[in-house]
């Protein structure tokens, strides 16, 4: 049984470009949620998913942000015109239902120079 | 509101004693899960243990134990003789059952480094 994947682990790019991150979760999890890292502190919140249907997406950071899961397996996190504020750890966690445990993948790390 | 706090930014230790990372949460609801992950250098998370807020039993798994505490809303987590391979930040989180399991909380954790 693998456990969560995220791609790319480290992505380094300029102040004004897109970014996408991609997130496949364990198969068979229901629930997908993103959260964000940032030095120092813990994983903070953006949005999550049940199956295809994202059910809340208000915390993420700016309309700049935006998430989908269209099959309701794999999920991407995508930024727009990024900024150096937007450099963190960026950590996709899934679990079986909304009572279990989520577990986290390695997460991917940006750079926004 | 939900709140997790962990004071403790950072302890060390040396190898083989005994250390108590706190933790103590805030909730308005009934029903909650309390956790703990550790995240090593690399980065990933890692899931050490999950709690219902009507178990209150302490639990022990190998070296590492949690002490469960509703009247002081504490969820402490206590690693015996400790080992360099401990080195890591650890977090301890709060899910709210009542709206749907609510995402997780987060304290902002606590760097243990464990000297050889």
């Known amino acids: 049984d693998t456990g969560v994947s995220q791609d790319p682990r480290h992505k380094i790019t300029k102040r004004g470009q897109n970014v996408t991150f991609r997130c496949d979760p364990i198969?068979?999890?229901?629930?997908l949620y993103w959260y964000r890292q940032t030095l120092g502190q813990g994983p903070e919140f953006l949005t999550y998913f049940q199956n295809e249907a994202q059910l809340e997406k208000s915390r993420l950071l700016s309309d700049r942000f935006s998430a989908e899961r269209p099959k309701g397996s794999f999920s991407t996190l995508e930024i727009q015109r990024t900024e150096q504020g937007d450099s963190a750890m960026y950590l996709c966690?899934?679990?079986?239902?909304?009572?279990?445990?989520?577990?986290f993948g390695p997460g991917t790390r940006l750079l926004v120079l | 509101a939900q709140k997790v706090t962990q004071a403790q930014t950072e302890i060390s230790v040396v190898e083989k004693e005994d250390v108590t990372l706190d933790c103590v949460y805030e909730?308005?609801?009934?029903?909650?899960?309390l956790f703990w992950y550790k995240q090593p250098p690399s980065g990933e998370l890692v899931f050490l243990i999950r709690?219902?807020?009507?178990?209150?039993q302490n639990e022990i798994s190998g070296r590492y134990s949690w002490n469960f505490q509703k009247s002081t809303s504490s969820f402490n987590f206590t690693i015996t003789a400790s080992q360099v391979v401990d080195s890591a930040v650890y977090f301890c989180?709060?899910?709210?059952?009542?709206?749907?399991?609510?995402?997780?909380?987060f304290g902002k954790g606590t760097r243990l480094s464990v000297i050889a």
């Open positions: 909730t308005r609801d009934t029903t909650y899960y």
């Open positions: 709690r219902n807020s009507f178990d209150e």
């Open positions: 198969s068979e999890h229901n629930r």
């Open positions: 989180a709060l899910s709210e059952a009542g709206s749907g399991n609510t995402p997780l909380v």
């Open positions: 966690a899934s679990s079986l239902s909304p009572q279990e445990t989520q577990y």
